[in-house]
């Protein structure tokens, strides 16, 4: 089973940068065995696809964070990471990652339930 554990969130003003991490407990195999996606979700809002980084290293982004947010993967801290730049109010929500097995088509956003195993959450405020 994988676990995995967010990091990196926090209050920041606009036009501001974090980054989020996502890393595998290291009782699991090797994060880049898994399509690890980032989500969020603000009050009120349904859960959202923020960006996915495959098993073979496709990346995908939504239309909303394209060029503002990179997501990478780091084998050797079996981590995956979502760096957040030019950070707009819009943004501040719960960011999860998760992690998953399923194959997904290269250069699409994965729904939700594509991804079996969630962490709990971080939380991302960009306020002025």
């Known amino acids: 089973q994988l676990q995995l554990v967010e990091s990196g969130g926090g209050s920041v003003q606009p036009g501001g940068s974090l980054r989020l991490s996502c890393t595998a407990s290291r009782f699991a195999l090797d994060i880049g065995y898994y399509n690890i996606g980032w989500f969020r979700q603000a009050p009120g809002k349904d859960r959202e696809g923020v960006s996915v980084?495959?098993?073979?290293?496709?990346?995908n982004y939504a239309d909303s964070v394209k060029g503002r947010f990179t997501i990478s993967r780091d084998a050797a801290k079996n981590t995956v990471y979502l760096q957040m730049n030019s950070l707009i109010p819009e943004d501040t929500a719960v960011y999860y990652c998760?992690?998953?097995?399923?194959?997904?088509?290269?250069?699409?956003?994965?729904?939700?339930?594509?991804?079996?195993?969630w962490g709990q959450g971080t939380q991302v405020t960009v306020s002025s």
């Open positions: 980084i495959s098993v073979g290293g496709i990346t």
């Open positions: 998760a992690g998953g097995r399923r194959t997904i088509l290269p250069g699409t956003l994965p729904d939700a339930d594509v991804f079996a195993y």
